[in-house]
């Protein structure tokens, strides 16, 4: 007999509580539990100084990492979803958004601008996991799209940061065909041969994996991302089996091809920039 | 024995009792044209309703009638030649995606490009159930891309609730070998044209589905998500298939007026799988239209026509 009985069985955290980047003063790295001071945390790049776990960030985040002195131009900041289907499940999908804007701040699941990275004019888009699991709808899909059509009439590489559970099923059709909208436009861009980098954070699945995150020159990504077409779970159900362990992470995906490296986040921008340069001599 | 749907049941009943009353009229000796006639017309009127008022969950249903006709069945019916071409040059022949050159009417060598579902347990376990893997998905680009080379126009039938989700399949990057046909088909040459013909369930549809025309047959569903699949999502349960289905709008008239498709191809009454001769000849109809139209287009701006096409998809505030 234990000492103690847990009461309620299956406690979760409710989400209000749940963090991706933490505010205090102390950081407790949930991989190997140990506290970091938030000050070295961001001067780590969210990224854990003893294990390396990567911290959920968003695109904020990766837009001050990445651009020099911070200084970037935001395209389509306020662009926000219609709600073409009328769509309701539990909850009707315009409250759902609203609700959403409020807790994260955000518009939408991506955000894009461009500036320099040390030195170098670049258009990123980054996504925000914390907006309805960085699903794709038509914003998403618009604002990527738009992006991409900036690099292009600019002629200066694209970057795109996907973390995202797939389509938004509240756009249903609409959200599928931002595969195909997205698609197009790096078609395009693949066309003028301008270098497009697609790195893929944790988690990277459906849709998203289907259409633009896989279709970069260079496939990157950050280490420990979970990767893959059809989420864990419904593969289990499928094949009636436990998974091998490893199985979809950033190394069983470079370990079958479809990756080109994997970059730690702290050395993420000088990367880019030597394998940019490289490209432009 | 014909598999009946809930909805086609008291049609079913209908018909089987005129069967009944012409054996009794033979037998007896007796005239029963009026009855029979009036019993007819019965029928039709009874079609026509169910068939007008089909709920989002019924068409869902049709489209996934087992007599419906495959991939196989349509080309079969509307070629006079044709010629299976196998496999991707990499890994394997994915017996779930066909395709092959085919001989409309003498008029058009055309590239036929499908997932094809199996009609019994063994074949539909030969199938995969219609759901293709990574080299699937490749071997319809490396025919897309012959179809190309010899300047041929390319038919994709559509037909498949979803791309596999099995553990080789990611192992072998299904979701690279979806998004690399999404990007590649929109440079294509030469005309492409896609027909939902049964169930288009997501990347695995899309991942053969950009074209210069998409077309839906009449009962079929083309969208993100099957409607149990979101069912189980959004409501955490597997009993809100008909809800899901109606906010979904997935059907080829919601799919039309969301400017999401460009046009559908009427089934013959109660669905394609009473006539699939009928059915099949309105499509090949349909196809060699829009064939003449898209083969009298200048190569760029066809191209040019798909991307844009695409690019107005999406309903966003701004």
């Not at chain 1, 490296?261 to 030597?274: E, G, M, P």
């Not at chain 2, 005129?18 to 029963?32: G, P, W």
């Not at chain 2, 995606?97 to 058009?108: A, K, L, Q």
């Amino acid at each position: 007999m234990s000492w103690f009985t847990r009461k309620d069985k299956g406690i979760q955290t409710p989400t209000e509580f749940k963090r991706e980047a933490p505010d205090g003063l102390w950081y407790q790295c949930p991989s190997c539990k140990k506290a970091i001071h938030t000050r070295e945390h961001r001067l780590f790049a969210y990224t854990c100084s003893s294990c390396n776990y990567h911290e959920k960030i968003g695109s904020q985040d990766y837009f001050e990492l990445l651009f020099d002195q911070t200084r970037y131009t935001e395209l389509d900041a306020l662009m926000s979803s219609g709600d073409p289907l009328n769509f309701v499940d539990t909850k009707n999908y315009p409250d759902r958004v609203k609700a959403t804007e409020l807790k994260t701040g955000l518009k939408d699941a991506v955000r894009s601008a461009y500036g320099e990275m040390n030195g170098l004019p670049i258009t990123i888009a980054a996504m925000d996991f914390s907006f309805i699991g960085g699903s794709m709808g038509s914003v998403v899909g618009e604002k990527i799209a738009r992006a991409i059509d900036y690099s292009l009439e600019h002629k200066q590489p694209f970057l795109m940061i996907s973390r995202s559970g797939g389509a938004r099923m509240m756009e249903a059709g609409f959200s599928l065909m931002q595969m195909a909208k997205t698609s197009a436009r790096l078609a395009l861009l693949d066309e003028a041969k301008i270098p497009y980098i697609s790195l893929l954070t944790d988690p990277t699945t459906g849709g998203v994996t289907a259409s633009f995150a896989m279709l970069g020159d260079f496939n990157i990504a950050e280490p420990g991302a979970l990767i893959g077409f059809a989420g864990p779970r419904v593969i289990r159900e499928t094949i009636g089996k436990d998974l091998p362990k490893g199985f979809q992470s950033a190394d069983f995906v470079l370990e079958h091809g479809f990756l080109d490296f994997i970059v730690d986040r702290k050395d993420l921008k000088d990367k880019l920039t030597s394998l940019l340069g490289m490209l432009q001599k | 024995m014909r598999t009946l749907l809930e909805f086609e049941k008291p049609i079913a009943e209908l018909e089987h009792k005129l069967i009944e009353m012409r054996k009794l009229a033979i037998e007896n000796n007796v005239d029963v044209t009026a009855t029979v006639q009036s019993l007819t017309e019965k029928i039709l009127e009874l079609k026509k309703e169910t068939f007008s008022n089909l709920t989002r969950w019924q068409r869902v249903q049709l489209s996934r009638h087992p007599d419906r006709p495959y991939t196989f069945d349509y080309i079969e019916k509307m070629c006079e030649e044709f010629i299976e071409i196998h496999g991707d040059r990499s890994v394997a022949d994915d017996k779930a995606m066909v395709g092959g050159f085919g001989n409309i009417d003498g008029e058009f060598s055309v590239m036929f490009i499908g997932q094809q579902k199996g009609r019994n347990t063994k074949q539909r376990q030969y199938r995969n159930f219609g759901m293709p893997n990574p080299e699937g998905y490749r071997k319809a680009l490396r025919l897309m891309k012959m179809a190309e080379k010899f300047n041929k126009p390319i038919v994709c039938l559509i037909d498949t609730p979803g791309a596999f989700p099995g553990l080789e399949a990611e192992e072998r990057g299904q979701g690279e070998a979806i998004a690399r046909n999404i990007r590649d088909m929109f440079m294509l040459k030469v005309p492409v044209i896609c027909i939902i013909i049964g169930e288009g369930a997501s990347g695995g549809a899309l991942g053969i589905a950009v074209g210069d025309r998409v077309l839906m047959m009449e009962n079929t569903w083309y969208s993100v998500i099957s409607p149990e699949s979101c069912s189980s999502i959004l409501w955490r349960s597997w009993n809100y298939k008909e809800q899901a289905a109606e906010a979904l709008k997935l059907t080829a008239n919601d799919m039309e007026q969301n400017g999401l498709i460009d046009g559908i191809i009427p089934e013959p009454l109660g669905g394609a799988h009473l006539d699939p001769e009928a059915a099949a000849a309105k499509m090949k109809a349909v196809i060699k239209e829009e064939l003449k139209k898209l083969c009298a287009m200048d190569t760029r701006a066809r191209i040019d026509a798909r991307i844009d096409k695409y690019g107005k998809m999406g309903v966003v505030v701004e």
